[in-house]
């Protein structure tokens, strides 16, 4: 079942994902790249130097997938960048379910001012590496070059990837692909329906909320029901399944690994959830 998610990653302390333009900008691009493969959408994002946020619309598998890609693509740039061998290695990804409409306006005014709450001195439109300059802009069109056009040589060094983009990925001049090509701005603008109401939250201090909403959501577990109805999608896309009876006992340790993770299920619930005696889980988690 689709969801809103917020995903964010805890910041790096010692390093930095994105050091200079040139790492924002391929920042930037591997999110293009990532949401081609996956049933997602997004809905706003930024980037800061150590940490990123996505408000994201899919099911939880599916936003996972993502997450795990894109962190996974800012490593191998870290790597091949500054021969970081550690890279994202120890860097946690939250992913929290968006429950109400009062927690995704919230959320997403949270994740568009970012760049205030760490004293960049920006309205978060002027923001370049985030997606805040998108909403309620009068349908202004930015320009560019349209990717699929390029030779195969120039389109390779701006995406690092061979993969087969739509044509409406437009590139600028600085060899960004446009976030209006990846972005779903009408989905914002819809929560909020009216450009004075997001200037409202942008303009309130949202994070002391925010924040208690994620603190509260790591301590809180989902009962047996709630992880029930989303089972089905988890074993469907990560095991190409259609029941838990179909699972191998291989497959089945597999899922508890994953019921830990994603609902932070406890030992007894997962023995339960999975039908294994709950020393073999214990085992596992």
């Given at each position: 079942?689709?969801?809103?998610?917020?995903?964010?990653?805890?910041?790096?302390?010692?390093?930095?994902?994105?050091?200079?333009?040139?790492?924002?900008?391929?920042?930037?691009?591997?999110?293009?790249?990532?949401?081609?493969?996956?049933?997602?959408?997004?809905?706003?994002?930024?980037?800061?130097?150590?940490?990123?946020?996505?408000?994201?619309?899919?099911?939880?598998?599916?936003?996972?997938?993502?997450?795990?890609?894109?962190?996974?693509?800012?490593?191998?740039?870290?790597?091949?960048?500054?021969?970081?061998?550690?890279?994202?290695?120890?860097v946690e990804v939250q992913i929290s379910l968006v429950d109400s409409q009062e927690y995704l306006e919230n959320v997403i005014a949270y994740v568009l001012r970012n760049p205030l709450s760490a004293g960049i001195l920006l309205m978060p439109h002027h923001y370049p590496w985030s997606s805040a300059a998108l909403y309620f802009n009068g349908g202004i069109q930015q320009t560019g070059e349209r990717l699929n056009e390029m030779s195969e040589r120039k389109r390779f060094r701006i995406l690092k990837s061979r993969v087969v983009v739509?044509?409406?990925?437009?590139?600028?001049?600085?060899?960004?692909?446009?976030?209006?090509?990846?972005?779903?701005?009408?989905?914002?603008?819809?929560?909020?329906?009216?450009?004075?109401?997001?200037?409202?939250?942008?303009?309130?201090?949202?994070?002391?909320?925010?924040?208690?909403?994620?603190?509260?959501?790591?301590?809180?577990?989902?009962?047996?029901?709630?992880?029930?109805?989303?089972?089905?999608?988890?074993?469907?896309?990560?095991?190409?399944?259609?029941?838990?009876?179909?699972?191998?006992?291989?497959?089945?340790?597999?899922?508890?690994?994953?019921?830990?993770?994603?609902?932070?299920?406890?030992?007894?619930?997962?023995?339960?959830?999975?039908?294994?005696?709950?020393?073999?889980?214990?085992?596992?988690?």
């Amino acid at each position: 079942m689709k969801s809103y998610y917020h995903i964010s990653s805890h910041g790096l302390e010692r390093n930095d994902i994105f050091k200079k333009r040139e790492d924002f900008i391929a920042g930037m691009n591997d999110i293009a790249i990532c949401v081609l493969g996956f049933d997602v959408s997004i809905l706003c994002f930024c980037l800061m130097s150590n940490h990123f946020h996505f408000v994201l619309y899919g099911t939880l598998a599916e936003c996972r997938k993502f997450s795990e890609e894109y962190k996974r693509r800012c490593a191998m740039r870290m790597r091949l960048a500054g021969g970081e061998v550690r890279g994202m290695r120890d860097v946690e990804v939250q992913i929290s379910l968006v429950d109400s409409q009062e927690y995704l306006e919230n959320v997403i005014a949270y994740v568009l001012r970012n760049p205030l709450s760490a004293g960049i001195l920006l309205m978060p439109h002027h923001y370049p590496w985030s997606s805040a300059a998108l909403y309620f802009n009068g349908g202004i069109q930015q320009t560019g070059e349209r990717l699929n056009e390029m030779s195969e040589r120039k389109r390779f060094r701006i995406l690092k990837s061979r993969v087969v983009v739509p044509d409406r990925y437009l590139v600028d001049g600085r060899g960004m692909i446009l976030p209006s090509c990846y972005v779903d701005s009408n989905a914002v603008e819809q929560v909020f329906r009216h450009p004075s109401r997001l200037m409202m939250y942008l303009a309130r201090k949202v994070e002391n909320d925010v924040e208690i909403q994620l603190g509260v959501a790591e301590q809180i577990s989902m009962t047996d029901q709630e992880i029930l109805t989303q089972l089905g999608d988890l074993i469907r896309n990560e095991f190409r399944k259609e029941s838990l009876s179909e699972l191998s006992m291989e497959q089945r340790i597999r899922l508890c690994l994953l019921l830990k993770r994603n609902f932070r299920a406890g030992i007894k619930q997962i023995a339960r959830i999975t039908r294994l005696d709950s020393e073999t889980v214990a085992k596992v988690v």
